[in-house]
């Protein structure tokens, strides 16, 4: 079975123009198939700022009303997207930028509304992505490269969450490639602590998770994150790697992993 790595970025990278030229040289050297997930970083605040619109936050998660939905897709579908595509090109990695709604690659549906109304924000479903048509486009030689923008079959697009995106991606295509889902952020990796950079977490079990979250060594913007990674592999996925993205480049060199990795 031939290896895929589905890779998210952060907004830090995304933010930071070198950061993101050198990651996304590492990217392309990558050898294999190969799929980028991105986010929105700043950028999408500052425009709102810009236009009026007052950017409203829950537990990190933006609530998505209608003029919030037309600064994202304007940011991560065009702005952000189509730079990253464009850099990729130049180093001689052929992508194409999507959103969800391209080829109805990623359907969601909107959120229901509970305690919150988050708006336009789509949720995944077991059979939101469409593998097949995205191994077509890694087979014709593509590197598709994902925004955090997804559709609900019915004309409306809807913001969803990258590291989710990135995780369902890397699920849905472990039937057809052996999958290893990355996600690329501004630490080398999960740190026993977070003032020190050289106390990364190596490996973690699901066991070693419950006690580091007891301890509040791992809490809140992590949680939903390594939620999401051990449900990617408990669903197929290989490994999921979470690392800085400067250190990508060691996966090629040597062949060797980065960051924290998390196993079964």
Same mark, same amino acid.
């Given at each position: 079975m031939e290896q895929l790595h589905v890779i998210k970025i952060g907004g830090?990278?995304?933010?930071?123009?070198?950061? +993101?030229h050198r990651f996304l040289k590492d990217f392309s050297a990558l050898q294999g198939?190969?799929?980028?997930?991105?986010?929105?970083?700043? !950028?999408?605040?500052?425009?709102?700022?810009?236009?009026?619109?007052?950017?409203?936050?829950?537990?990190?998660?933006?609530? $998505?009303d209608v003029e919030t939905l037309r600064v994202v897709t304007m940011v991560y579908g065009g702005l952000i997207n189509k730079n990253i595509v464009a850099q990729l090109q130049r180093y001689g990695s052929n992508a194409i930028g999507l959103t969800g709604a391209d080829g109805n +690659?990623?359907?969601?549906?909107?959120?229901? !509304?509970?305690?919150?109304?988050?708006?336009?924000?789509?949720?995944?479903?077991?059979d939101s992505i469409d593998a097949k048509g995205i191994a077509a486009l890694l087979e014709a030689g593509f590197t598709p490269v994902f925004c955090a923008l $997804?559709?609900?079959?019915?004309?409306?697009?809807?913001?969803?969450?990258?590291?989710?995106?990135?995780?369902?991606?890397? !699920?849905?295509?472990?039937?057809h490639y052996e999958s $290893?889902?990355?996600?690329?952020?501004?630490?080398?990796? !999960?740190?026993?602590?977070?003032d020190d950079e050289d106390s990364v977490i190596r490996e973690i079990n699901p066991e070693r998770y419950e006690e580091l979250k007891t301890a509040k060594?791992?809490?809140?913007?992590?949680?939903?994150?390594?939620?999401n990674a051990f449900s990617a592999i408990h669903s197929g996925v290989r490994a999921v790697i979470i690392g800085h993205a400067d250190e990508l480049g060691n996966l090629q060199s040597s062949g060797h992993s980065f960051g924290t990795r998390l196993s079964k």
């Open positions: 830090n990278v995304i933010d930071n123009s070198e950061a +993101l198939h190969k799929i980028l997930v991105h986010g929105g970083g700043k !950028v999408a605040t500052q425009l709102s700022e810009t236009l009026g619109i007052e950017a409203k936050l829950v537990d990190g998660r933006r609530i $998505t +690659l990623i359907r969601a549906q909107k959120r229901p !509304v509970k305690t919150i109304d988050y708006g336009y924000v789509g949720d995944l479903k077991d $997804t559709h609900d079959g019915e004309g409306q697009l809807l913001n969803t969450n990258a590291d989710t995106i990135a995780s369902a991606l890397a !699920v849905s295509m472990a039937a $290893t889902l990355i996600y690329c952020f501004e630490k080398r990796g !999960v740190l026993e602590d977070i060594i791992i809490h809140s913007g992590m949680i939903p994150k390594l939620d």
